[in-house]
Nanobody
Framework: VQLQASGGGLVQAGGSLRLSCAAS????????VGWYRQAPGKQREVVAR???????DYADAVKGRFTISRDIRGNTLYLQMNSLKPEDTAIYYC?????????WGQGTQVTVSS
């Protein structure tokens, strides 16, 4: 199982980015999935998740600005990020939890300039 995250980059405050996470060797299916981030000097934190019962939840810091989704075939996970702020700067990781274990993507850097 491999997860490949992409879509990060440098953007000005107020801008938007869409992160993608492609799965190989498996599909996201109806398993629990999520996006996490880690800023320099800080612990990794949850950004958004979709649980196995298809409900989604968001960190308070991103509610109303970020949207997590996955494509109908279950191979790609997305994170649409709007109204980006400098404090959103971090490495973003996608995550998949299956009965066989927990899997992480390699991370994609998001940098928001003020």
């Amino acid at each position: 199982v491999q997860l490949q995250a992409s879509g990060g980059g440098l953007v000005q405050a107020g801008g938007s980015l869409r992160l993608s996470c492609a799965a190989s060797g498996t599909t996201f299916g109806l398993n629990a999935v999520g996006w996490y981030r880690q800023a320099p000097g800080k612990q990794r934190e949850v950004v958004a998740r979709i649980s196995s019962d298809r409900t989604s939840d968001y960190a308070d810091a991103v509610k109303g600005r970020f949207t997590i989704s996955r494509d109908i075939r279950g191979n790609t996970l997305y994170l649409q990020m709007n109204s980006l702020k400098p404090e959103d700067t971090a490495i973003y990781y996608c995550n998949l939890i299956k009965r066989t274990g927990q899997y992480w993507g390699q991370g994609t850097q998001v940098t928001v300039s003020s």
